[in-house]
């Protein structure tokens, strides 16, 4: 058999060799290892990650005449034999490599940091079509070991070694003297252990041993699908920019020429020109974390920018990533970002890209998978939910994103919504982003939580005060004093009514009032109580797509910006909370922790167009947030640190609330939540992820429970399948479900039309401002109900493993619904 094929193409039947494959593969996976020095690392992956091809179980199935077969699916579980993998429309092809990296390292006979080595390679290689397995499993089975052993009968790995091509054998043969030369890995080791050098520091030296192979694991998978896609579907190449875009210099410049206009028009408008200025010089600074403390209203999306912008010209930085905790954000933020970066035809699309919804699944097929967006622009806007599964997810869709955050410059806004019990693998995370890939990091928030000054051993942001873009935070703050909090909590608490009645009040007061409850289901009925008293009410919730929620805050800010302002009440959730530009006239927010009652009070008297405007914090006796720990837990310090400051406050009191009290509520919220901060779990037995992650105590001594007392002999012995099988970034909904909303309808068209991959991209992209994050136990309610369905290409009724909600279950004024509703009439404005 001379000529190995890797791939079928489905529409022609043309053929693309294993070489051709093979080659493309390391050639991209190079180039995106080279970002944190490990080209060759890249290189050699994608040499050797299907040498499994060339066996004669895979070239005699790949050829079967009936062409449906999936020419990716991998048998590493292992048929016993090939025509029955075959038969299945599985071969193992990733193994061999795996194997023969393993065999070819010596790694039994080599040092700490050769043996590391040797298993990082392994590991990528063997786990690239089902995300990274698990070195040690929960019940102290050495799995890594058990692959790397697995018999020759099913890897075929002697059989294939005579088959490879010279020019790629000797290429590898090359590879591998460069990456065992003495020295090589050693520095990379040696970095990583250099950051670590107090208590725990072994703990965390393996948390980012394992970040490392996620790294160079991410450049594989990406390279793998992108060479995959390209060769399946003509013109999906010309759709990416593989890196080569719009000059950092002349995207500030067209920011400075926006920006230019600042300043003048009150003390609200010259002090965010102060805070953008303070951006601009930050910018000169070293690479390395920064963090930018401002008050609501303070400009910082776009001072940040600046900030990025010309951090990214001076220091070469591939590209930057504007991290948001809800989707309801990016929508603003991103539109107000591309009107002024993408100017002329030339650069529309091309500059600021958005990714906030996981339209594509893991069990969909690998030509739903390839699809899934890689991140590939130069300005990036993106939720926590997503940065936080390119890091910790399973499988492989979420992963290929991850090694695009090296080299680059990460803005987190809002950090103070990162989630507690991420906290630890989160700043593990950051520092080993900044150290060991060469980021540089930017925290902002009106409340920073002091992630710098959690327990160090576990894990805690490498940052001092020093590092502050405002030199006068203090001063900053008094600038922006717009809002007084008032104190109205009551034992007894107040019904959903009373507080749309309190609500009716506020309004006939200040003109307009927003309300934020902590649930969409009090939100709703206080939208429904206020709505009976006064009918310009308005909901708004992450039960709506993204576009519904825009054109929503569009009717509000009509109203808003109106001179005089029309009445208006919004009654909403925290969708609305962080990084919503809206100006309401008074606001009332259910008691939460006291950082959200900061950014609610951002919502009113924005702009210091009024004297000082009104927050009401009430406390709902209907509201269930038993099950919402972060709120309760949060609810709970910011009732005590009230009490404990303000010994006989009582109702109808102002509540000061400065920078050092805010630093008061996170040290008693963060030390009350200690113990939450490694993500606990109980899969198999009390554990954490923090150490599934990195030292999995657990499962090295159930291994040596049955292997007589024996140490494991890994460099690496993490649980990574299992860690990533209980991970959720915020148990946040975990599939997206496009709706019929407006043009959503068309867009669902579209993608149940023929399979063409341009088309099904733009398609993809355009669908995320049409589609709702649900639950999984949502998802299968709605399943249940005929709710959803799952859309089908027309060519074969393949399966992109995307779910699409029906007309009659979607509402104009709540979004989404289990129940049908009868379709309501549009809201006005739209």
Avoid at 148 to 166: C, G, R, V, Y
Avoid at 461 to 489: H, Q, W
Avoid at 767 to 795: H, W
Wanted: hydrophobic residues 40%.
């Amino acid at each position: 058999m001379g000529r190995f094929i890797a791939h079928i193409r489905e529409s022609d039947r043309m053929e693309q060799t294993l070489e051709e494959h093979l080659c493309g593969v390391a050639s991209r996976s190079r180039r995106s290892a080279e970002k944190f020095g490990l080209a060759d690392f890249g290189e050699l992956l994608g040499l050797l990650h299907d040498l499994g091809k060339y066996s004669r179980a895979f070239q005699d199935y790949i050829r079967l005449p009936d062409g449906r077969n999936d020419q990716d699916a991998d048998d590493a579980a292992g048929s016993r034999d090939h025509a029955r993998g075959a038969l299945r429309g599985k071969i193992d092809h990733s193994t061999a490599g795996a194997q023969a990296a393993w065999r070819r390292f010596g790694a039994g006979e080599r040092d700490f940091p050769g043996r590391l080595l040797a298993q990082i390679v392994s590991l990528s290689l063997a786990s690239h079509h089902s995300g990274l397995i698990d070195c040690i499993d929960a019940l102290g089975e050495d799995v890594f070991t058990r692959r790397m052993n697995k018999a020759d009968a099913l890897t075929h790995l002697s059989e294939i070694t005579p088959k490879i091509q010279s020019a790629i054998s000797r290429r590898i043969d090359d590879l591998f003297e460069i990456v065992t030369a003495p020295g090589y890995f050693d520095s990379i080791v040696r970095s990583m252990l250099r950051s670590e050098s107090e208590k725990g520091a072994m703990g965390r030296f393996k948390f980012k041993a394992g970040l490392l192979l996620r790294m160079l694991f991410s450049c594989l998978i990406d390279a793998d699908r992108s060479d995959t896609i390209d060769f399946e579907r003509h013109g999906s190449a010309a759709l990416r920019q593989e890196g080569e875009y719009a000059d950092w210099g002349l995207l500030l410049q067209r920011l400075e020429d926006h920006v230019g206009g600042f300043g003048g028009g009150g003390s609200v408008n010259e002090g965010r020109a102060v805070i953008s200025d303070c951006c601009r010089a930050a910018a000169e600074r070293d690479r390395g974390f920064f963090t930018l403390t401002v008050p609501t209203g303070g400009g910082k999306t776009l001072a940040s920018l600046r900030f990025a912008l010309r951090h990214a010209e001076k220091h070469g930085f591939d590209r930057i990533f504007y991290i948001v905790p809800y989707t309801s954000i990016i929508d603003q933020n991103a539109e107000e970002v591309r009107k002024i970066l993408e100017k002329g035809s030339d650069s529309r699309g091309k500059i600021v890209l958005e990714c906030h919804s996981n339209l594509s699944s893991e069990r969909s097929t690998w030509r739903g998978k390839v699809l899934s967006e890689n991140w590939d622009a130069p300005v990036v806007f993106t939720t926590s939910v997503q940065f936080l599964e390119s890091l910790f997810a399973g499988g492989t869709r979420s992963v290929r994103r991850a090694h695009q955050l090296a080299k680059s410059i990460i803005i987190f806004d809002e950090i103070q919504t990162i989630p507690i019990r991420v906290v630890h693998m989160f700043c593990n995370s950051l520092n080993f982003l900044v150290e060991q890939c060469g980021s540089s990091v930017v925290l902002c928030t009106a409340t920073q939580p002091l992630l710098n000054g959690v327990n160090k051993e576990r894990g805690a942001l490498n940052y001092s005060r020093e590092d502050e873009i405002v030199p006068d935070v203090g001063g900053a703050f008094e600038v922006f004093e717009r809002t007084k909090v008032i104190y109205m909590l009551r034992p007894r608490g107040y019904s959903n009514e009373e507080i749309a009645e309190m609500a009716v009040r506020e309004r006939e007061a200040a003109g307009t009032t927003l309300v934020i409850m902590n649930t969409t289901k009090a939100a709703k009925e206080v939208y429904r109580f206020a709505k009976e008293r006064f009918n310009d009410a308005v909901h708004l919730s992450a039960r709506m797509c993204p576009a519904h929620r825009s054109h929503v805050l569009g009717r509000i800010r009509k109203s808003l910006d109106a001179d005089p302002q029309v009445p208006l009440i919004c009654v909403a959730t925290q969708v609305i909370e962080a990084g919503v530009d809206v100006d309401f006239g008074s606001a009332i927010r259910s008691l939460a922790g006291l950082d959200s009652i900061i950014q609610a009070a951002g919502r009113a008297n924005r702009h210091g167009r009024r004297g000082i405007a009104r927050v009401l914090l009430v406390n709902s006796n209907e509201e269930n947030v038993m099950s919402l720990t972060d709120i309760k837990e949060g609810a709970d310090a910011t009732r005590k640190i009230f009490q404990d400051l303000n010994a006989e406050i009582a109702s109808g009191d102002d509540m000061a609330i400065t920078p050092g009290v805010m630093d008061s509520y996170f040290e008693q919220y963060f030390y009350k939540r200690a113990e939450s901060m490694v993500y606990p779990v109980n899969e198999v037995r009390a554990d954490s992820l923090l150490r599934m992650l990195s030292t999995n105590d657990g499962a090295v001594n159930e291994y040596a429970m049955k292997n007589n007392g024996r140490s494991v002999d890994l460099p690496l012995p993490q649980s990574f399948a299992a860690a990533s099988g209980v991970f959720r970034a915020i148990e946040a909904p975990g599939s997206s479900v496009i709706v019929p909303y407006e043009r959503g309808e068309d867009v669902i068209a579209g993608l149940c039309g023929e399979f063409q991959i341009p088309k099904n991209i733009q398609l993809l992209r355009e669908a995320q401002r049409y589609s709702v994050n649900v639950y999984p136990q949502d998802l299968k309610e709605l399943m249940e109900s005929g709710a959803v369905y799952e859309i089908n290409t027309s060519s074969g009724g393949e399966p992109l493993g995307l779910w699409a909600l029906r007309d009659s279950y979607y509402s104009d004024e709540f979004g989404l619904s289990g129940i049908r509703e009868a379709k309501m009439k549009p809201l006005g404005g739209r």
